[in-house]
């Protein structure tokens, strides 16, 4: 329930309260190593939503940043080879494109490449969280793509539910 004003009323606000609904909220860090990494994180995130004491519940994964990326898939080396080789394949680093021209753009570093990679993958997932821990498939990883390291990088990460 809402109030006319878009809050929860009230009543929903004591619902909530009363089933024991919980948001917790953490900001994560990874150093990256190479211009184009994938990082493995599933076992940090279901620290995190284990520490969170939230049993049933979503878990909600940001990006901080326009270069990097988050996706579900197969943690198995010939496929992120084979990831790393599409990617460089649809968006390659030297292109033309108008982020690294100055005549368009301030931007020094010379990363477009970077940038159209991670709107091409996203920088959020919204994942089920059972048991406190991420739900995910027998082959499924989550995985963080750095598209223009090496650099530090920060993940929002809040897990709600019951």
Known sequence: MEAGNGAPSAAAAAAETAT???IFSRVVDWITSERMQLINITDRINEIVH???IRDGIVHLQSLHTTTAIFINEWQEALL???RSILSEIVPREDGWRHNDPTYSDCERRNADSHLRGMLLGQSL???VRNSAVLLGTWQSIILAE????RSRSMAIQV???
């Open 147 to 150: 598209f223009d390291g090496p």
């Open 81 to 83: 080879d084979d990831m």
């Open 51 to 53: 520490k969170s004491g």
């Open 160 to 162: 709600s539910g019951v």
């Open 126 to 128: 919204c994942l089920q």
């Open 20 to 22: 024991g609904f919980r």
